[in-house]
C-alpha cells in the first residue's frame, strides 16, 4: 500500500492521489516492466481451431500477394521484432473457445501498416473494405490504426474483422503484450515464424479463469476521470461475460465505477438487471 506524498491518503496501485488529485507514480505500480517479464515462446504452434486456421490462411494469401520489399521483409523472420503479430482476445477465443470481435494485427512500422492496408485495400478491393463509422481510421504521427471489413476470396458468404494497428511505442511483442490491460490477453501469434508467446502466467490464469489486471501495463481503472473509468468497466464487464471471474483488486475497483454511475445520469439497478448490456450504454 502506497501513501500520496501531498496529501497522506493511502491507495494502492494508481499513479493519481483521488484525495488531492496530484499526479504521481507510487511504487507500488510498478511491479513489472516489459523488460522484466519473459514471456513464453512456443515454437511452430499448430492451432486446432478450423475458423482461425481458415482466417490465417486467406490472411496470409491475401498479404503475399504483390507486395513490395518493405512487407516481404517484415513477413520473414525476425524473430519478436520488426514482423506481423495477431494478438489479444482472437488469439485468446482460438485457443480457449472465448467469444471474439476482430483480428487485432500488430505491426512494427506505420509505413508496413499504411502499405498493407493500401495493398488490402487495392489489390483485393472486391474483398476489402473500411468499416463504417467515425473511428474507422486513425492515422498520427505516433500511431496509426484502420478497421477492415475482409470476405473470403473464395466464399463472399463469409467475412472477418480486421484491425491493422502500429503505435510507435510497441514495436517488438514483449511490449505488445505488455500493453494490454488483463494478463489473459497477453498472448499472441507471430505470422513469419508461426511462434506463440503469452505470459508466463498465463495458462494458470485459464485453468483457473481468473482476470487479472495486467502489472506491465498499469492501466488500471481511474475513477476520477467518469469515461476512463466508464471503459475499463465495459471491459471487465466484458470478460465477465466470457467465464473469467475477477480478482480482489479487479473487484475492488469495479466497485468504486459502480458508485459513481449514479452521478452521470446511470440508473445503476437497472444497468446490472439488463445484465450489462453494453449498447445502451456504449456511447459513453
Known amino acids: ?21 496530484d499526479s504521481q507514480l507510487f511504487p507500488d505500480a510498478l511491479i513489472a516492466t516489459p523488460g522484466d517479464i519473459q514471456y513464453l515462446r512456443v515454437p511452430n504452434f499448430k492451432f486446432t481451431d478450423e475458423i482461425f486456421k481458415q482466417e490465417i490462411t486467406d490472411l496470409h494469401h491475401k498479404l503475399h500477394t504483390h507486395i513490395s520489399p518493405l512487407a516481404a521483409a517484415s513477413l520473414r523472420t525476425d524473430i519478436g521484432k520488426n514482423n506481423l503479430f495477431i494478438c489479444g482476445g482472437r488469439i485468446l477465443g482460438a485457443l480457449t473457445g472465448t467469444p471474439y470481435d476482430d483480428i487485432d494485427l500488430y505491426v512494427s512500422s506505420k509505413a508496413l501498416a499504411v502499405e498493407l492496408e493500401g495493398h488490402l485495400l487495392n489489390q483485393h478491393s472486391s474483398y476489402c473494405s473500411i468499416q463504417p463509422g467515425l473511428m474507422s481510421r486513425l492515422c498520427r504521427d505516433d500511431r496509426f490504426i484502420t478497421h477492415l471489413h475482409i470476405t473470403y476470396s473464395e466464399n463472399r458468404a463469409r467475412s472477418y474483422k480486421l484491425n491493422i494497428i502500429w503505435n510507435q511505442n510497441l514495436e517488438s511483442i514483449d511490449k505488445i503484450l505488455s500493453n494490454f490491460d488483463f494478463t489473459v490477453c497477453c498472448v499472441g501469434y507471430e505470422l513469419a515464424t508461426g511462434i506463440l508467446w503469452k505470459h508466463p502466467n498465463w495458462d494458470t490464469l485459464i485453468a483457473t479463469s481468473r482476470l487479472d489486471f495486467n502489472n506491465a501495463s498499469r492501466t488500471y481503472i481511474q475513477t476520477e476521470e467518469f469515461v476512463k473509468g466508464y471503459q475499463s468497466l465495459m471491459r471487465i464487464l466484458k470478460y465477465m461475460r466470457k467465464g473469467f471471474i475477477p480478482d480482489l483488486h479487479i473487484l475492488t475497483e469495479l466497485s468504486l465505477v459502480l458508485q459513481i454511475l449514479p452521478k452521470h445520469g446511470i440508473d445503476i439497478h437497472k444497468f446490472l438487471k439488463d445484465g450489462f448490456a453494453c449498447e445502451e450504454y456504449a456511447d459513453f
Do not use: D
Not at 1 to 20: D, F, H, T, Y
Open 1 to 21: 500500500m502506497s501513501v500520496c506524498n501531498k496529501c497522506g491518503v493511502a491507495k494502492q496501485l494508481i499513479e493519481r492521489c483521488p484525495a488531492c488529485q
